[in-house]
């Protein structure tokens, strides 16, 4: 993709995007370095380590089956799903790059970097609208999956994250329930707490009775490769205030819904 001027006009710079399958070479590292101990302060930084963090991938490449091929995109879009780099180039000097997984449901962004000269002009903001166009252009050929952008970790209360809450609809993923909350709704809660559940329903974990607690098993010993257990309600730990305090605020953040699944150990 190249900005181009309007009829008879001339661009001072020319930008260009495009899109490459992710792999190593010194002109990306060289950005990554230069980003990451000026914006992050971060040294010790080493080739293998860039290598290993934001090139090799686990992801499966397969192919994506595009229904609509006729639909007309900026680039042409990616044959495969799995892990790309995403170039921003300015006069054909590398800027910025976008570390990004391209999945069956969406386009997930795992990192971005750019020149630390190019920190006023908000290229993070950019890379956001590229992204979301990506999904939108796999989405109208044919690929009906290809629904969202996941913008990864969301800290709240850190500022260089705040920009990920201007695009919307924004929803944020339920620590507790696994479910999908619109930002909206939870901006007033972690302006209360740093910590929220956005479920309006009771969660499951406060559903948990003394007598549930007292059911779960405990290790009593363990000999030879056999572990032996105990309800916790029938040994000394659960009679003394101070040690049942602490052990069920351990059990209250499993939740009732593990609780046949873990054994506590003394």
């Known amino acids: ?58 992801i499966r490449q ?17 044959a495969h799903y799995g892990s790309y780099h995403q170039m921003y180039r300015v006069d054909g000097q590398l800027i910025a790059i976008g570390v990004i997984d391209i999945l069956p449901g969406c386009v997930s962004s795992v990192y971005f970097m750019y020149a630390p000269e190019w920190n006023p002009w908000s290229l993070g903001k950019i890379s956001a609208i590229r992204e979301a166009t990506l999904v939108k252009e796999i989405h109208d050929a044919g690929v009906e999956s290809m629904t969202s952008l996941y913008m990864g970790f969301y800290i709240y209360s850190c500022p260089k994250m705040r920009y990920k809450g201007e695009y919307g609809p924004s929803y944020l993923l339920d620590p507790e329930s696994y479910t999908w909350h619109p930002l909206e709704v939870c901006a007033p809660l972690l302006d209360k707490a740093k910590y929220s559940t956005f479920n309006e329903t009771k969660s499951d974990k ?6 549930d607690m007292r059911q779960m098993q405990v290790v009593v010993s363990m000999s030879r490769g056999v572990v032996k257990t105990a309800p916790l309600g029938t ?15 351990v059990i209250k953040t499993f939740g009732k819904g593990l609780r046949d699944d873990i054994i506590l150990s003394a």
């Open 62 to 78: 397969e192919p994506i089956a595009y229904r609509n091929t006729s639909t007309q995109s900026a680039y042409p879009l990616p």
């Open 235 to 249: 040994q000394a730990i659960w009679n003394n205030p101070r040690s049942r305090k602490q052990i069920e605020a």
């Open 1 to 58: 993709m190249e900005v181009q001027g309007s009829q008879g006009h001339k661009l001072a710079h020319r930008l260009e995007v495009t899109l490459e399958p992710s792999s190593y070479t010194d002109e990306k590292y060289q950005l990554y370095l230069k980003y990451q101990e000026s914006i992050h302060e971060d040294s010790g930084n080493t080739p293998g380590g860039f290598e290993r963090f934001l090139v090799t991938s686990t």
């Open 206 to 211: 406060d559903e948990m009775s003394q007598q």
